[in-house]
């Protein structure tokens, strides 16, 4: 029988359309939380997500479609949704080039993207969890915010920034709650390379004749010692034990999650 220990509580995940971020919501939505999430996606996609996560056991889901790059689409989401317990930063994009040649407006939607909303998302959520003594940020970040690579200066710059905010939240929020009520805690998970949509055109770029095996096998040379993917759903196991009491004083790290990629 699923452990239902979030029962009652509100979460929101972004980026839970698909890869990551859905299999977060399912979960949190299999301990019993009421899910909210935010992501791009067809009608029918966004239907099917919302499907997964009450199957999987959440009360209720709901999707709010705030584009990310507008902060006041993002206060008028987190106004919508109210108060909040779990929040999963998860929404990020991606694109590849010289730092010479990136393009200026793929620069600021990445910024905007995967490090400025989750400044507005904790701006709104953290004051509430401070006030009921439980709240959980949950960042997903990247290896990219431990370790640099080439031709993604705009991604590493983001998820640097991610687990330095991270950081301070966890500083300020220290303190709020206690150990019975679980205090509040702000965190990041670092995934190396996860069976997700969003590295699809590596893989595409590295496969030989067009044979994916290929591509998923010289990504994984590259830089993930394992040689294994992470799936989603191991991201979000991780995700959800960090919203256990027993985690109360984990606070202010970064885990990766990556095979043993930073290790080197």
Known sequence: MTDR????????????????????AEALGAAGAHVHIN???????????????????????????????????IRAMM???GSV?????????????SLAEMPDERWDALIAINLSACFHTMKAALPGMAERGFGRVINIAS???????????????????LIGLTKV????????????SGGVTVNCVCPGWVETPLIEPQIAAR????????????????????LRMTLPAEIASLALW????????LNGAALPVDGGWTAQ
């Open 5 to 24: 220990f979030l029962e009652g509580r509100i979460a929101l995940v972004t980026g839970a359309t698909s890869g990551i971020g859905l299999a977060v």
């Open 39 to 73: 992501g791009l996606g067809s009608s029918g996609q966004i239907a099917a997500a919302l499907a997964a996560v009450r199957v999987a056991g959440a009360p209720s889901a709901s999707h709010h479609d705030a584009d990310l790059r507008d902060p006041d689409a």
């Open 207 to 226: 496969a030989v004749d067009g044979d994916r095996d290929t591509g998923i096998r010289a990504l994984l040379a590259e830089k993930q010692p394992s």
């Open 143 to 161: 290896v990219h915010g431990l370790v640099a690579s080439v031709n993604k200066a705009p991604y590493v710059a983001a998820k640097h920034g």
């Open 169 to 180: 939240a966890a500083l300020e929020m220290a303190a709020q709650g206690s150990r019975a």
């Open 85 to 97: 317990d779990v929040l999963v930063n998860n929404a990020g994009i991606q694109h590849t080039a």
């Open 79 to 81: 106004a919508a949704v």
């Open 242 to 249: 960090l919203c256990r009491r027993d985690a109360h004083n």
